[in-house]
Structures are given as structure tokens and as C-alpha cells.
């Protein structure tokens, strides 16, 4: 990739991001049309039964069923850019309507997960390598591997049963008590379980790769340098290695976004906590594909962005990696 | 005769005649030795459990399908080792009859990702520049869709009811690492003679591939394939555990797992904790080889 100015680079990605948002649209759309089952039969019900077949003959119609499945994408899509995706065969109304409401919480809540995983997997990280091969050392890695290893949502169930359940410290479910939605020691105390169970199966995953990273950086030639004119471990550590470090700190976390948002869709169920994860599986259940479908889309959507704009941030923070083969849209 | 050479001369002191040729020992290694360094506890472990399972028939004491509606939710004792629960079913005989169908998923899985990560690799390395990229685009715009997502569609779509569809579900999902890996090596030794010899006489690409590619880069993704079968197993149970994956008649440890939001209200903790134990172990057992099977990089000292 030629060296070229920021604000093209920019436009070069968005008009890939909207490439790509059109593919996995596509995709969504034809997968949901290929599930079994009578779109007819979902859209009403037990009505269908007491319908005549002019009646039906009529929706099918109206609904567009008749058309090819092509024309039926266009209409789609073109609804799609007026905010319409069509009604929730579960919810009865609007997806967007139902959509709203939670993007907030699962944002909330994956945004503070994510900022205390990659805080505290550089502390460890760095704690690491200050004590390599050391009894803390090995003591942390063992523990972080096993937590990384347990399934999130049994690590989940198992906090409920006992701070919920039996010591009754934390609420087990939803994000707030009902009436108490702007409380925030009542929205904190039902962020507590959650958060701790992301923070717990993502941290060590991006605190061994930033520890393995690390490894190599204090066996260069600069740290003697450093280490003669008088530095101390610490300082050798955050001031130099890590700082050469930041680029791959900053890529691992731009891949690192859909792993954690495939995180807080399980976290998200496992507590009842109302965001659009606990919803994409909720719809998955009761094969509503519209809400299915626009969910997918927003949280694909926040992935493309969130991994655009880390790109970009590491191309002006790392000037190399401009002409680096690294993933390019 | 060389007794009757010293025995002639034996008035004289001989320098060195008291040599003997020394023959040391040979250094068998002792047992110790030999299993030094390698993951002994969890290839145990892990065994045991593999067997019993195999051997769930002999194990369980009980009928793993039968609801005893007489001895619902009760807490492990000497009739049922692990307790039994909500629905009344003996949780000890299901750990070993439900092992089966979690570690099959597991290993099956495992093997559709393998077939497919190293095809895709394969693929894509030694392809022309441009089909590689596009190949490669392709595979990171369905690797950045979050795994969960993409299988909570297909499940929607395409139910998966039993141990196969399942094992297929979470080995679709599961490829794109592996096959990044795959493609990095390829590309590596794509150009060396004997794969373009091989290719030159006219071997296919999947004779070449089998032949030649695979054994080549088969060391460098042992643990990457080895480790997917825990994260099959992860899926899988994950998915049994929100109710889109094995109906609870399919016994597996993750649909004994989806009890668990009952066992929550009744506060039965055993319900919870014994098979998520099974499953975190054999997980970390797992792991534990895959790891061996990482090939150790030899650092030099730190500079620190």
C-alpha cells in the first residue's frame, strides 16, 4: 500500500466499510430466506388456518412472497435505508423499536469490559515479564489459563449461585431494578457479576500475547543500553519496551473487538442483562429472522467501525505500518 | 593372552596396567526421566475420563435416559453418586453417558476445522496474488462477525439436533485461525523444489497438498487443531447451555448444563457444579497436551 494522506485513507475505508456492511447484509438476508418454515405461516400465526386461499393468495401478494428472491433483497434493502427492517415476529412491532432501547446496555457494558481488559492485561503483562519465570509468574499464567478455559457461562452461573443465591451480595439478573434505571449504585451492583465474567475469560487470552511480546522486546539490544545509563527494570519496561509494544498492543485489540462482543452476547444471556446479545439469542430461539437479522448487522457494524478506526489510529501512532503487510480493507 | 603378556613381564612396573577399558553403564533413562517435562497428570486424567465414557455401560448405575420422579433434586449420596436433578435423571451415570456425544463433538469438530482451515490455507497460499487476497478478504469478513453471532444464525436457520450437526455447526464456525496459519506456512514453502517438481510432472493440487504441503506444516498446526477440539467443546456446551444447541434428551454435558437455570431457582448446587467440573477439566487436559505439542521457541536470557 502506497503512503497516502490520512483523509484518503479514510475514505478508502468507509467506502469499503459500506462494501462490506451490503455483503453481510446479503448474506443475512439470504441465509434467513433459506431457513425452513413459511414466512407466511410466521407472520400470522394460527390466522393462517382460518384464512381462505384467496385470502392467502392476496398476502402472499402483499408481502411480496411471489417475487423472486432477488427483488425481494431490493425492497429490503431499500426499506432498509429509510430505518426499516421489517416487524418483529415475536415483539409484534418494529425491530428498530425493540433494537433501540438496549444498545445502550450491551454498549455499556462492552465498552467497560473492554477498556478493564486490555488496562489490566498490560499491568499483568508487565508484572509478567518483571517477574519472569518467576513463582508469580508461573503462579499468574496458571491461573489466567484456567480461567481462560472455563466457559464463560458456567463461570457465570456459578458467581450467581453463590453471590446471588446464597450470599445474596449482587442481584442475579436484568441491568436495574424496576424504577431505579437512573440509580447508578443500583445499575453498578448489576454490572458487577457481569463484568467480573467477561473480564475473567477474555483477560488472559490478551495478556499472554502483550506478555509473549514483551518477552521478546527486554532481550534487545536497547535495554543494555537503557539498563547501563542507569534505568530501572520499571522504567526499562513502561518507558521503552512498551511503548515500542503499543502498535501490537493496539492490533491485537482491533481483532480482539468481535471476540469480545461474541463475549457479552453470553454474558449478556447468562444473566438476563437486557442488551442486544441476551436478543440475538432470544430471536435465534424463536427464529424471528428480522430481529435476527438487523441484530447481526448493528453488531457487525460496530465491529467493522471499531476495527476501521483502530487501524487507523495505529497507522498514525506507528508510521511503518503504512507499508506493512498487515489486514487491509 | 593378555594375561600371559603381564604374567612374563610381571617384575617390571608397567605404566598403565592397570588400565581397563571402560564401558559405561548404559544410561537407560529411568521411567522419571523419560516422563520428565511431558504432561503426565493430564493425559491421565484425561484418559480416565475418555475410558469411562467409552465404558459409560459398566460405569452407570443407573438408566441415564430414566426420570426417577420419586428422587427429583436430590443432593449426591450413596444411591446417586452425583445427585440427581430437577427431572429426577441420576447425574453420575449421564456425566459418562453425556461425555460421549461432548468429547465426539469435540473430536469431530476438530476434524471439520482441520479439513477445512487446511484446505482454505492450502488454497489460498498457493494461489496467484490476487485470487490469495480475495480469498483472504473473504475469510476475515465472516472471522469478524463474532463466532457466537454466526452460529446463533445457522442454528436459527439449520437446528442442530443431534452429535453430528453439531459437530458440523461448531466446526464451520470454528476454521478462519487456523486456515491464516495454514496460508502463512504454504506461502513459505510453496516455492521450494520439490513442491514446484511435484507440481511441474503434474500432481494436483490435492496430491500436492497431501503429499507434500501438509507433512510439511503439519507440526506447526498440531496445537492449533489440537486446541480447537476444547473449543468445540466449549461451543457446544455454550450453546446446549442457551438452548439452541442439543435438545435435553441428548444427553451431553452441556444439555445437562441447560438445567441449570432450574438448578439456580432450587439452589442445587450440585447440578451446577459437578458436570461444569468434568468439563472445565477436560478442557485444561486438553490443553495441557496441545500445549506439549507447541513447539517450544528457545529464548536467550533477558536483557532486563
Known sequence: ?329 | MVETTLERTSDFEIVGAGWRHHEPKEQTPTLRQRLKGKPILAAVILLVIVLGCIFAPYIANHDPAKYYYDATSLAPNGEYYFGTDSLGRDLFSIMFYGGRSSLTIGVLGAAVVALLGITYGTLSGTASDRVDSLLMRIMELFGAIPGILLILIITAVFPAGNVISMSLVVGITGWFGLARIVRGEVRQIRNTEYVLYARSIGGKFFYVMRRHLVPNFLSAIMFVVVSSVSSCITTESTLSFLGLGLPLDVLSWGSMLSLANRALILNTWWVIIIPGLFLVITLLCITDLGNYLRKETNRKSSNL
Open chain 1, 1 to 329: 500500500m502506497r503512503i497516502t494522506s490520512l483523509s484518503k485513507r479514510i475514505i478508502r475505508r468507509i467506502g469499503l466499510l459500506i462494501l462490506v456492511m451490503f455483503i453481510l447484509s446479503l448474506v443475512v438476508f439470504f441465509l434467513a430466506r433459506l431457513a425452513p418454515g413459511d414466512p407466511l405461516q410466521s407472520f400470522y400465526g394460527d390466522q393462517l388456518d382460518s384464512m381462505t386461499q384467496e385470502e392467502i393468495d392476496a398476502a402472499r401478494v402483499r408481502l411480496g412472497l411471489n417475487d423472486g428472491l432477488v427483488q425481494q433483497y431490493i425492497r429490503w434493502f431499500t426499506n432498509a435505508l429509510h430505518g426499516e427492517f421489517g416487524i418483529s415476529l415475536k415483539h409484534k412491532q418494529p425491530v428498530m423499536n425493540v433494537v433501540k432501547p438496549l444498545i445502550g446496555n450491551t454498549l455499556l457494558l462492552g465498552v467497560l469490559a473492554y477498556a478493564a481488559v486490555f488496562g489490566l492485561a498490560t499491568v499483568l503483562a508487565v508484572f509478567c515479564v518483571l517477574h519472569e519465570e518467576r513463582f508469580l509468574d508461573r503462579l499468574i499464567c496458571r491461573i489466567g489459563t484456567v480461567f481462560y478455559y472455563t466457559p464463560g457461562f458456567w463461570l457465570g452461573v456459578v458467581l450467581v449461585l453463590i453471590f446471588a443465591v446464597n450470599l445474596g451480595w449482587f442481584p442475579s439478573s436484568g441491568a436495574y431494578d424496576i424504577g431505579m434505571k437512573n440509580d447508578l449504585g443500583n445499575r453498578v451492583s448489576h454490572l458487577v457479576l457481569p463484568l467480573f465474567v467477561m473480564i475473567a475469560s477474555h483477560l488472559w487470552y490478551y495478556a499472554y500475547m502483550i506478555r509473549n511480546k514483551l518477552l521478546d522486546e527486554v532481550r534487545k539490544d536497547y535495554v543494555l543500553l537503557a539498563k547501563s545509563k542507569g534505568c530501572t527494570r520499571r522504567q526499562i519496561v513502561w518507558k521503552h519496551c512498551l511503548r515500542n509494544v503499543a502498535p501490537t498492543i493496539v492490533s491485537i485489540m482491533a481483532i480482539s473487538i468481535p471476540h469480545v462482543t461474541g463475549g457479552t452476547v453470553v454474558v449478556e444471556s447468562v444473566f438476563s442483562y437486557p442488551g442486544i446479545g441476551n436478543l440475538a439469542v432470544e430471536a435465534a430461539k424463536y427464529h424471528d429472522y428480522n430481529l435476527l437479522m438487523v441484530d447481526v448487522l448493528i453488531t457487525g457494524f460496530a465491529v467493522f467501525v471499531s476495527s476501521f478506526i483502530a487501524q487507523t489510529i495505529n497507522e498514525e501512532i506507528d508510521p511503518r505500518m503504512k507499508e506493512m503487510e498487515t489486514i487491509q480493507w
